[in-house]
């Protein structure tokens, strides 16, 4: 499935072909398991080179797409 939103993207070779942040090698699927685990959002920007803005971003363009489609999320 290729996905390309502003803050999420597919690449076939990148990161398996899963979903990741735009731009980055950090997969739309560890974002969602570090929030899980209690991480905050500007704590995931403090531990990487993404802004939190970049992470929000994501958050709200998943939220789209699973609210607006039948979409599946594949991770």
Partial sequence: M???TDHIWTEVGRCGGKPCIRGHRFTVAQMLAELAQGCTV???AAGSEIGQNKF???LHDLG???NESEWVAPF
Avoid: S
């Fill in 42 to 44: 500007g704590e995931l």
């Fill in 2 to 4: 290729n996905i390309n």
């Fill in 64 to 66: 789209t797409l699973l």
């Fill in 56 to 58: 929000v971003g994501a």
